[in-house]
């Protein structure tokens, strides 16, 4: 199991409450712990070596460093497997690509009160689209470790996508309380008010988000939101300028909302049809582009 690979270099990630030298090296440690998180230590590595160019004497970025040779090396057995011989069934199993046995090696574990076992089943469940089975399990986790700050976001996500989102917003809110750097929880706070009809406040906890992190993907909310507002020329430039990294039925629905909205019929035109191109199911956006298309008959008449 990945995560149970990786949790050394997670702690000292998070735990260390590590302060960089400038934020260029700050940056090559995120996206060194973004790909460690997708299992690809190669890019890891070179993101650290990259901050370590930087900072060749930066005692943190070196603790990292050794933390990913020993997590990345086949031979090494982490500390949760050595100790606990149920998570070292499961992650043999899922190794053997027996993923039920692996399911239900955890789920007895945690049934019988092991709070790792409770975390990484809820986290298997919500990966597998389980949500009210993650949802158990999470809460199991909490019960036996309230301290343990992931079990909160990772109940908060299962709460929004069941669309329980005054849960959701209180697991969240729980989860920033104990990781107030953390930009994910402000990220799935934006998301939960956007769905629950609340823009105002769902732009409020998108900026504090952005204020930690303005990657790509809290940049796409924050236009989404924007547009839920009826910023829409706000909106659209926001939305435009990420074109070239996100290449999306959402985005293009979005800028083409925006164009309708500001009477630019072409363009919205042109911007809804890319979204169709690009989406896997059309029909709404289907009926858009018609409705887009009637006003410009009309114009022309």
Same mark, same amino acid.
């Given at each position: 199991?990945?995560?149970?690979?990786?949790?050394?270099?997670?702690?000292?990630?998070?735990?260390?409450?590590?302060?960089?030298?400038?934020? %260029?090296?700050?940056?090559?440690?995120?996206?060194?712990?973004?790909?460690?998180?997708? +299992?690809?230590?190669?890019?890891?590595?070179?993101?650290?070596?990259?901050?370590?160019?930087?900072?060749?004497?930066?005692? /943190?970025?070196?603790?990292?460093?050794?933390?990913?040779?020993?997590?990345?090396?086949?031979?090494?057995?982490? $500390?949760?497997?050595?100790?606990?011989?149920?998570?070292?069934?499961?992650?043999? &199993?899922?190794?053997?690509?027996? @993923?039920?046995?692996?399911?239900?090696?955890?789920?007895?574990?945690?049934?019988?009160?092991?709070?790792?076992?409770?975390?990484?089943?809820?986290?298997?469940?919500?990966?597998? +689209?389980?949500?009210?089975?993650?949802?158990?399990?999470?809460?199991?986790?909490?019960?036996?470790?309230?301290? $343990?700050?992931?079990?909160?976001?990772?109940?908060? !996500?299962?709460?929004?996508?069941?669309?329980?989102? =005054?849960?959701? !917003?209180?697991?969240?809110?729980?989860?920033? %309380?104990?990781?107030?750097? /953390?930009?994910?929880?402000?990220?799935?706070?934006?998301?939960?008010?956007?769905?629950?009809?609340?823009?105002?406040?769902?732009?409020?906890?998108?900026?504090? =988000?952005?204020?930690?992190?303005?990657?790509? %993907?809290?940049?796409?909310?924050?236009?989404?939101?924007?547009?839920?507002?009826?910023? $829409?020329?706000?909106? @659209? +430039?926001?939305?435009? +300028?990420?074109?070239?990294? !996100?290449?999306? &039925?959402?985005?293009?629905?979005?800028?083409?909302?925006?164009?309708? @909205?500001?009477?630019?019929?072409?363009?919205?035109?042109?911007?809804?049809? @890319?979204? !169709?191109?690009? /989406?896997?199911?059309?029909?709404?956006?289907?009926?858009?582009?018609?409705?887009?298309? %009637?006003?410009?008959?009309?114009?022309?008449?």
């Amino acid at each position: 199991m990945k995560k149970i690979l990786l949790v050394c270099f997670m702690c000292c990630l998070t735990f260390s409450q590590c302060v960089f030298a400038n934020e %260029e090296t700050e940056d090559y440690v995120d996206m060194a712990s973004s790909a460690v998180t997708d +299992g690809d230590y190669t890019t890891a590595r070179q993101y650290v070596n990259q901050a370590l160019s930087i900072d060749p004497q930066d005692k /943190s970025i070196l603790d990292l460093k050794y933390t990913l040779d020993i997590v990345s090396n086949p031979n090494y057995i982490p $500390y949760l497997r050595q100790t606990n011989p149920a998570l070292n069934q499961a992650f043999n &199993a899922k190794k053997s690509g027996n @993923k039920d046995s692996e399911t239900d090696i955890l789920e007895q574990d945690a049934n019988n009160g092991n709070f790792w076992s409770c975390y990484f089943v809820a986290d298997l469940y919500r990966k597998n +689209g389980n949500y009210h089975s993650a949802i158990n399990f999470y809460r199991k986790a909490i019960t036996l470790n309230s301290q $343990y700050i992931q079990a909160y976001l990772g109940l908060g !996500i299962a709460q929004y996508e069941t669309g329980d989102y =005054a849960s959701a !917003i209180s697991s969240l809110q729980k989860y920033i %309380e104990l990781n107030p750097k /953390s930009d994910i929880g402000y990220t799935m706070l934006a998301k939960c008010y956007l769905a629950d009809g609340n823009a105002n406040l769902a732009l409020n906890y998108i900026e504090k =988000a952005l204020y930690i992190s303005d990657n790509l %993907e809290n940049k796409l909310l924050q236009g989404e939101i924007l547009y839920e507002r009826g910023y $829409y020329a706000q909106a @659209k +430039g926001i939305l435009e +300028g990420l074109k070239t990294n !996100i290449q999306t &039925a959402d985005i293009y629905k979005y800028i083409g909302l925006c164009d309708y @909205k500001l009477n630019n019929y072409t363009d919205a035109l042109l911007n809804v049809d @890319k979204a !169709i191109i690009l /989406s896997d199911d059309a029909g709404n956006l289907n009926l858009l582009y018609n409705e887009i298309k %009637e006003k410009i008959d009309k114009q022309n008449i």
